[in-house]
C-alpha cells in the first residue's frame, strides 16, 4: 500500500511561505506534498511543520465486513472480519479464533497468521496488497 505524506497549509500560510522563502506557489505546492527533496522544499517543510501546519499521511481506503456465522465456513456463530482489496485479494480474520488468512482472487490461501497482534495487521495487509 502506498503512502503519501503531506504538511496540510491554509492558503494564507502558503503565502506566507512564498513570501518568507521569495519562491512561486508551485514550489512550495511540491514541497508539503514531499514531490521534491532540495535543500529549499527541505528548509520549506521545517518552517511549516515549526509553524504548526500539521504533518499527514494518506493511505489507501478498504472497506471491511463484518460477518457473523458464514455459512460457508462454518455451523457455529462465529464472528468474521473481511476485507477485501483492489487486487481481488482478501483477508478474513476469524474473531473467535484469531485465525487470519490471505487469499488470492481465485480463493487460494497465500498466508495464515494465528492470533496476531494489531501492530502486526498493516504488515499482513500489505502482504494482501501485494499479491
Not at 33 to 49: C, D, E, G, M, T
Not at 84 to 102: C, M, P, Q, S
Not at 112 to 128: N, R
Amino acid at each position: 500500500m502506498e503512502r503519501k505524506r503531506i504538511i496540510v497549509v491554509t492558503p494564507d500560510e502558503r503565502k506566507y511561505l512564498m513570501k518568507l522563502f521569495g519562491c512561486s506557489d508551485v514550489t512550495v505546492y511540491e514541497a508539503v506534498k514531499y514531490r521534491k527533496n532540495n535543500l529549499l522544499h527541505k528548509k520549506i517543510r521545517k518552517v511549516a511543520i515549526e509553524r504548526g501546519n500539521p504533518q499527514m499521511v494518506l493511505a489507501p481506503e478498504f472497506e471491511t465486513i463484518y460477518i457473523t456465522n458464514r455459512a460457508d465456513a462454518d455451523k457455529g456463530m462465529s464472528r468474521y472480519m473481511v476485507q477485501t482489496f483492489e487486487n481481488g485479494a482478501t483477508l478474513e480474520g476469524n474473531l473467535t479464533t484469531g485465525l487470519v488468512v490471505i487469499r488470492d482472487r481465485r480463493g487460494e490461501v497465500k498466508g495464515q497468521w494465528d492470533s496476531p497482534k494489531i501492530s502486526e495487521l498493516m504488515a499482513i495487509q500489505e502482504v494482501a496488497q501485494s499479491l
